[in-house]
């Protein structure tokens, strides 16, 4: 019975097309650019997009190896998942929206891995089409803000979350409130914001510097974040 095992994972074991392998590898590379330029792009989270998006070249490259070396060996696919299930990933991820950037970096590398090229083409541009016209949408409904604002307050009882909404609101005409976090006395605040001028940017900022000295304030092009 043991023989007839053995012989049953050197039967399901095939070798891997050069041409479809290389072809495959070129597709997974194209696509994983696409996605981090996307995200780059398009992207809300707080990090840097640019950074966080160049790692979809090497999980998605990554993925469709192992996929593929999978699929040409049952024994190497159990050995695998025997390996895989003692790896623990303790790394929170704050935004959600990143969650879903990796997973469609996987899904591609999974799709391409299995050699289903077509499925993974359509729906890869599918997807890529709805964040487009919901990002479209969205500039529609004039959500125009051409600047992130990020707030690091050391002691929040010197300037409150309403303290600040109520000075940005006497220089921007748009304030959408992205993130808040607060730790002990400390407080984070993440805003998007519309300014038309950079004269308001610094009626803003002094004024906030004279209800507390220590604020950290951080100005970044919300396109290039």
């Known amino acids: 019975m043991i023989q007839s095992f053995n012989e049953y994972l050197v039967k399901s074991s095939a070798s891997i097309p050069t041409i479809n392998f290389i072809l495959n590898l070129a597709v997974a590379i194209l696509l994983s650019f696409i996605l981090s330029k ?131 609101n006497l220089f921007f005409e748009y304030i959408f409130l992205q993130r808040l976090e607060e730790k002990d006395q400390e407080l984070e605040i993440s805003l998007l914001i519309e300014a038309k001028s950079f004269s308001n940017i610094n009626e803003a900022k002094k004024l906030l510097q004279e209800n507390d000295k220590n604020v950290h304030i951080t100005f970044m092009q919300n396109e290039y974040i």
């Open 38 to 168: 996307v995200y780059a792009h398009y992207g809300k989270s707080l990090s840097n997009r640019r950074n966080f998006g160049e790692n979809f070249h090497i999980l998605t490259v990554t993925t469709m190896f192992i996929i593929t070396i999978i699929k040409t060996s049952l024994a190497l696919s159990l050995g695998l998942v025997g390996a895989l299930s003692i790896i623990r990933f303790r790394t929170a991820i704050k935004e959600p929206e990143e969650l879903t950037y990796l997973f469609i970096a996987i899904s591609i590398g999974l799709g391409i891995g299995a050699n289903q090229l077509l499925i993974t083409l359509i729906a890869f541009f599918v997807i890529m089409g709805v964040i487009v016209f919901k990002h479209k949408r969205s500039d529609k409904k004039h959500i125009n803000t051409n600047l992130q604002l990020i707030l690091h307050i050391k002691n929040k009882n010197n300037l409150p979350v309403e303290k600040v909404l109520e000075i940005f």
